[in-house]
């Protein structure tokens, strides 16, 4: 079980936190990842990052204002977004699972769900 913390509304140009705390402790195998969706459209990979290592995977999209990353003892992941745009407003999901793809159905656990609005 993930559950998810953060995010709401935010000025463009801030910067947030999004926080993904799992109930037991994953698998050292286990990716932990980041995607976003928008009406209408599919859920898009934002970022991944091993739990057992500290190797992070980014959509091309959010190579210079996203950050993954994770802390093991507390068993929670983290995305930090660096000067937010009107762009980044969505709903942000993370995902946890024993596979390395950027891709959702990959993924066997998921948050629930937190929404970013940016306003201009």
């Known amino acids: 079980q993930l559950i998810q913390s953060g995010g709401g509304a935010v000025q463009a140009g801030d910067s947030l936190e999004l926080s993904c705390a799992a109930a037991?402790?994953?698998?050292?195998?286990?990716?932990m990842a980041w995607f976003r969706q928008v009406p209408g459209k599919e859920r898009e990979f934002v970022a991944r990052?091993?739990?057992?290592?500290?190797?992070?995977r980014y959509a091309d999209s959010a190579k210079d204002r996203f950050i993954i990353s994770r802390d093991v003892a507390r068993n929670t992941g983290y995305l930090r977004i660096i000067k937010v745009t009107v762009e980044d407003t969505a709903v942000y999901f993370c995902?946890?699972?024993?596979?390395?793809?950027?891709?959702?159905?990959?993924?066997?656990?998921w948050g629930q769900g937190t929404q970013v609005t940016v306003s201009s």
């Open positions: 990052i091993e739990w057992g290592g500290d190797n992070a």
């Open positions: 995902a946890a699972g024993d596979t390395d793809q950027p891709t959702a159905s990959a993924y066997s656990f």
């Open positions: 037991g402790s994953p698998k050292r195998t286990y990716g």
